[in-house]
């Protein structure tokens, strides 16, 4: 079965810095993907980032990108220039095509100003 | 309405009382999934949906708990005989086949069960 793991519950980051949060996940198959949610407090889950697993190259959306090592079965997500409307919970998300989501157990990411 | 929708937002029951949770999915979306969102925990899939076929169950904690979606667009989440357990917020989220898979979610139902 597919796990996902996040190692850390809670990161602190400085306002305009910079911040990586971590995940690895444990699977057999070669093609699926990998997915970085934003979840802020009593809102709902919206997606940040997405990684196909097929692609060598880290997915990039503005402030945000991933380091994908699929050999390590690693997928960290890098956040530039923090703002304070980062502050969320942050789930690392597993899938193969078509099928369920499984998540990480998240990692709390305080924006400090 | 553009998002996932779900209704209610918060319910309290009482132990033993039924349920029902509604998700309205994006229209056009073909499939629907519900997940179970202990406090301060991930997401946990529960059931799966393509079109009006459940093609997925396996997340199903028992017997208890029972998913529909007849026309392929709403679903419902029933959960009979509440139990304090069942205290999670449930998540209803909805892809099409076409953008590699993206689920979009709703904002959940927060289940208080005392």
């Known amino acids: 079965a597919q796990t996902v793991t996040q190692s850390q519950p809670e990161m602190s980051v400085q306002e305009a810095e910079t911040v990586t949060l971590s995940c690895t996940y444990d699977?057999?198959?070669?093609?699926?993907?990998l997915f970085w949610y934003k979840q802020p407090p009593s809102r709902q889950m919206i997606l940040v980032i997405r990684?196909?697993?097929?692609?060598?190259q880290n997915a990039t959306e503005n402030r945000f990108s991933v380091n994908f090592q699929k050999a390590a079965k690693s997928f960290s997500l890098k956040i530039s220039d923090s703002q304070l409307g980062d502050a969320a919970m942050y789930f690392c998300?597993?899938?193969?095509?078509?099928?369920?989501?499984?998540f990480g157990a998240g990692t709390i990411l305080r924006v400090k100003s | 309405g553009a998002g996932v929708s779900q209704s209610p937002r918060y319910k309290v029951a009482k132990r033993g009382q039924d349920v029902a949770l509604r998700c309205d999915p994006i229209?056009?979306?073909?499939?629907l999934f519900w997940y179970q969102q202990a406090l301060g925990q991930g997401p946990e899939f529960l059931t799966y949906?393509?079109?009006?076929?459940?093609?997925?169950k396996s997340g199903l904690p028992s017997d208890r708990f029972f998913a529909e979606r007849p026309e392929g667009s709403v679903s419902t989440l029933k959960i009979q005989r509440t139990q304090q357990e069942d205290s999670a917020v449930y998540l209803c989220?909805?892809?099409?086949?076409?953008?590699?898979?993206?689920?979009?979610f709703g904002p959940g139902t927060r289940l208080t069960v005392t």
């Open positions: 989220a909805s892809s099409s086949i076409w953008d590699g898979g993206e689920q979009y």
């Open positions: 229209s056009g979306h073909v499939s």
């Open positions: 990684q196909e697993a097929y692609k060598q």
């Open positions: 998300a597993y899938k193969m095509d078509g099928n369920k989501l499984v």
């Open positions: 949906f393509q079109n009006e076929a459940q093609l997925d």
């Open positions: 699977t057999s198959e070669s093609d699926y993907y």
